[in-house]
């Protein structure tokens, strides 16, 4: 499979920006299920702030999607200031699809784990090298950049922006590591 044909093919079905959000909609939602199925059991009484998300994935959910639209945003800022020609749609395009790639994997490596537990490890790792490759590749499409570093650099930035705005929002909330307040 050639992941720049891949996403192309993505970015020229030109579906609206709704609909992409919809698919990850429905892809967070799966994976919260999933999720939800193979975790193991939380202490109600223990009201740490990851325990309240597994105990809540519809609120776990809510914070996914806002992190993504905040992570395509970021993306489509951060190509575009590297020189990118990308729309917002077309970074919300190509990011959707490895959403989707990505909850495929999810479900392969859980059949995997019943039936050859000891391959997990080496698969997990093989397949996130193979995402971020992909990805980065996507990216790079949906930016036309001719560089894959380039394209890499603006996916650092981005993250490094989205974790400093998801840290200053957390400090907003009220939501400080265990033990930094005591």
Known sequence: VDPKAAARKVIDLNLPAAVHLQITGLMIVLAAALSAMFSAPVDAADQTFMNVLVQNPAITAGLEMVVFVLVVFALWRAGRAFGGTG????????????????????????????????????????????????????????????????????????????????????????????????
């Open 87 to 182: 729309s917002f749609d077309e970074v919300l395009a190509v990011t959707t699809w490895n959403q989707v790639i990505s909850l495929v994997i999810q479900v392969l490596l859980i059949i995997v784990i019943v039936f050859l537990p000891a391959l997990v490890p080496l698969l997990f790792l093989a397949t996130l090298i193979w995402r971020v490759y992909v990805f980065v590749v996507s990216l790079q499409v949906a930016h036309a950049f001719d560089n894959v570093f380039v394209t890499a650099g603006v996916i650092l930035l981005s993250l490094m922006g989205v974790l400093m705005v998801a840290g200053l929002a957390a400090m907003v909330f009220g939501f400080y590591p265990q033990g930094a307040m005591s």
